[in-house]
């Protein structure tokens, strides 16, 4: 079965930090990028940041540019997302994808979802 599942969501205060973790099987893990999306209650989903795990190159979205680091254990077919300066702006579900190939492809859409972890950021 191809799954994502993302973990290390939960309350943190402004200015804190968080790990959050997406463990991935069922298929070849080194063929696929991985990005990571957020959705905040009535906005719409936001992509946050990318890593292609074959090579390594990531992307990241302005708004969170040097706070969120991207990174891959290809040992592990996990990803990890590092959110260092955490604002209430940052509460939302944040979700995992994968697609085929590179981070560049995601704009042909994302061939895996992961079901989500919440990620609640208090003033």
């Known amino acids: 079965e191809v799954l994502l599942v993302e973990s290390g969501g939960g309350l943190v205060q402004a200015g804190g930090s968080l790990r959050l973790s997406c463990a991935a099987s069922?298929?070849?893990?080194?063929?696929?990028?991985i990005a990571w999306f957020r959705q905040a209650p009535g906005k719409e989903r936001e992509r946050v940041s990318c890593?292609?795990?074959?090579?390594?190159?990531?992307s990241v979205v302005d708004s969170v540019k040097g706070r969120f680091t991207i990174s891959s254990d290809n040992a592990k077919n996990t990803v990890y997302l590092q959110m260092n300066s955490l604002k209430p702006d940052d509460t939302a579900v944040y979700y995992c994808?994968?697609?085929?190939?590179?981070?560049?492809?995601?704009?042909?859409?994302?061939?895996?979802w992961g079901k989500g972890t919440l990620v609640t950021v208090s003033s």
């Open positions: 890593i292609t795990t074959r090579d390594g190159s990531t």
């Open positions: 069922g298929f070849t893990f080194v063929d696929y990028a």
């Open positions: 994808a994968a697609v085929y190939h590179s981070c560049p492809r995601m704009i042909y859409g994302m061939d895996i």
